[in-house]
């Protein structure tokens, strides 16, 4: 049975004034809020959560934590620049609990879909069944994992399922059919109401981390919708792309992203915004909804 379905909820990662460590009292508190939200899952140090910037050691102790503080399934990314780090992340992750990991290809050099095809195969081996491994294609950031190459190691039997920022509904729709005991997450907030139309039955949003109850409801990236209301789910679409054009990014004199967050960019616009300004919009939003309420706010 396939235990990631509905809406998981990609978290930003809040640090120390001070360095570049994790600050672990906040993200326990994110973790609370997003918990509270109504969302089926939490992915952590994942591309929203700036998964580069941190250490080996402090990434394990961040998912042990959250781990143990979540009260929904806890997603842990994995991605590494190296192979032997992917594997240590995982195995960490495994003995903590998370219910998977999220394993995007290696970053900074250029790989090749055979070298990525390898790289997968290696990290399964190396895991050996002790968590459930999800595929996490990261075009954006890192090398793509083309359409053939998640067919060829879907196939082989050893992973969960894949989530996949690239915003093509219905590659993603395609696959979810020809696998369909495998689970299949729609990463880009932008392409959440085409996916559903395609079948795909969970997302892993970027925004929800700022504002939960857009992408919660019956359907993944619909709100609660009030009864005889129509329309609800184009109506998430437009406040989540909304949303996230209200992030600012000082780096670039466009003002703002073209997409909803690092997850993927919406409606296929391009950006030479940076992703680090986007999740900097995305924590100042979290931070005042957790302080909202923790003072008993809506």
């Not at 004034?17 to 973790?31: E, F, I, T, Y």
């Not at 503080?69 to 032997?84: E, F, I, N």
């Amino acid at each position: 049975m396939n235990p990631f379905r509905g809406v998981f909820v990609s978290a930003v990662t809040p640090h120390q004034r001070q360095g570049h460590q994790v600050d672990l009292g906040a993200m326990l508190d994110l973790v609370d809020f997003l918990c509270a939200g109504g969302v089926e899952g939490v992915a952590v140090l994942g591309a929203t959560g700036e998964y580069p910037h941190f250490t080996i050691e402090d990434r394990i102790r961040t998912v042990q934590f959250v781990a143990k503080r979540s009260t929904v399934p806890v997603l842990a990314g994995v991605s590494h620049s190296t192979l032997d780090g992917a594997v240590s992340l995982a195995l960490e992750a495994a003995g903590a609990g998370v219910a998977g990991v999220l394993a995007a290809p290696p970053h900074y050099y250029p790989y090749g879909q055979e070298e990525i095809r390898e790289f997968y195969l290696r990290l399964a081996e190396a895991v050996s069944g002790a968590v459930p491994v999800l595929l996490h294609n990261l075009p954006v950031f890192t090398n793509a994992i083309h359409e053939k190459t998640v067919d060829e190691l879907l196939a082989t039997g050893v992973f969960a399922g894949l989530a996949d920022a690239g915003g093509d509904a219905a590659v993603l729709g395609r696959m979810a059919s020809a696998h369909g005991d495998l689970a299949f997450l729609c990463a880009s907030d932008g392409a959440i109401p085409a996916c559903a139309e395609a079948g795909v039955e969970a997302v892993l949003s970027s925004v929800g981390c700022a504002a939960p109850e857009l992408v919660t409801g019956p359907t993944p990236g619909a709100p609660a919708a009030a009864p005889g209301e129509d329309g609800a789910t184009d109506g998430a679409a437009a406040r989540v792309s909304g949303l996230g054009r209200q992030l600012p990014c000082p780096c670039s004199d466009q003002g703002s992203h073209g997409g909803a967050g690092p997850e993927g960019r919406t409606g296929g616009r391009s950006s030479a915004a940076c992703g680090c300004c986007a999740k900097r919009g995305v924590s100042r939003v979290v931070r005042r909804l957790a302080a909202g309420s923790a003072q008993g706010g809506s």
